[in-house]
T-cell receptor, first 112, second 109 residues
């Protein structure tokens, strides 16, 4: 059983398009996250939601809009895609306090 | 910014213990030491964490110095599948995880 699942695994799209990445966790965790890993392999946090409420927004362009319909889902919608958005996006979840994060397997986004 | 310093890369022979060091000289009293790893093309994987006592689980052991300014992650019998980037992270419980550059561990057959 997949704990944190992301879809799609690969996404190739043209500049200017709008796309969404979906994330679901079946662990019963309260908090979910989106991370971006760029071509230099740096992992950076983008957003964090706790029980559907936004708690972290790390100066991400407002073209990126997370949506959490319920605490098991955190989707990432990206408007007007740019070349620099090409990266691997990881979803994660955790159950405080102090527990480790469980990450999904990533979505490789390529903007052409 | 990451609060830890790790060597960029290390080699270890298969079957030997891999000892990965981490310096965190500015760690605060309420910050824990966490270790994650990222195997190529996969999401990061939680390994272990501790506050001041040494910790052990099925994956690894974590040794934290008495002054808490450094720690060592020990993989007791490294296998080829342990080849990965290992991240040492310090954080207050429930704070966000900030990843540094990590140590790229190569397990040599």
């Amino acid at each position: 059983d997949t704990a944190v699942s992301q879809t799609p695994k690969y996404l190739v799209t043209q500049m200017g398009n709008d796309k969404s990445i979906k994330c679901e966790q079946n662990l019963g965790h309260d908090t979910m996250y989106w991370y971006k890993q760029d071509s230099k392999k740096f992992l950076k946090i983008m957003f964090s939601y706790n029980n559907k409420e936004l708690i972290i927004n790390e100066t991400v362009p407002n073209r990126f809009s997370p949506k959490s319909p319920d605490k098991a889902h955190l989707n990432l919608h990206i408007n007007s895609l740019e070349l620099g958005d090409s990266a691997v996006y990881f979803c994660a979840s955790s159950r405080p306090p102090g527990n480790g994060y469980t990450f999904g397997s990533g979505t490789r986004l390529t903007v052409v | 910014d990451a609060k830890t310093t790790q060597p960029p890369s290390m080699d270890c022979a298969e079957g030997r213990a891999a000892n990965l060091p981490c310096n965190h000289s500015t760690i605060s009293g309420n910050e824990y030491v966490y270790w994650y790893r990222q195997i190529h093309s996969q999401g990061p994987q939680y390994i272990i964490h501790g506050l001041k006592n040494n910790e052990t689980n099925e994956m690894a052991s974590l040794i934290i110095t008495e002054d808490r300014k450094s720690s060592t992650l020990i993989l007791p019998h490294a296998t080829l599948r342990d080849t990965a980037v290992y991240y040492c992270i310090v954080r207050v419980v429930d704070d966000k995880i900030i990843f540094g550059k990590g140590t790229r561990l190569h397990i040599l057959p």
